[in-house]
């Protein structure tokens, strides 16, 4: 598992047993970095998302940078939204970068 350090940010205010959890998973910790900033900025150029949304599309451009496999979210408003996929992966291709498939933690593993 990739996990960037905005994530471990935002679980600061979690429940504890939601915090142990993530300590307890083995886990490569990602950070952020002037390239992915740079990309977030494109996504809110690109009209993916506002600018009040700067951390949903720093959540986008982290993976994009680090190249991880799929990008996990709940976050259907911001992230796991076809036609913001659609303008995520148009930037990213645009910018030489290479799709990024998002998917939802049910469609990931498979329980129903």
Excluded at 23 to 38: A, F, G, H, W, Y
Excluded at 75 to 104: C, D, M
């Amino acid at each position: 598992m990739v996990v960037s350090d905005l994530s471990l940010r935002e679980l600061e205010p979690a429940p504890q047993f939601v915090r142990d959890l993530i300590d307890e998973l083995p886990k490569e910790v990602i950070n952020r970095t002037t390239e992915s900033l740079d990309l977030a900025t494109r996504y809110i150029e690109a009209g993916a998302v506002g600018e009040a949304s700067r951390a949903d599309a720093e959540h986008i451009a982290l993976a994009t940078v680090a190249r991880v496999d799929v990008l996990v979210s709940w976050n259907f408003r911001h992230i796991v939204n076809l036609p913001k996929i659609r303008r995520y992966n148009s930037v990213n291709q645009a910018w030489g970068y290479q799709e990024l498939e998002i998917r939802t933690p049910i469609e990931v593993t498979g329980l129903w």
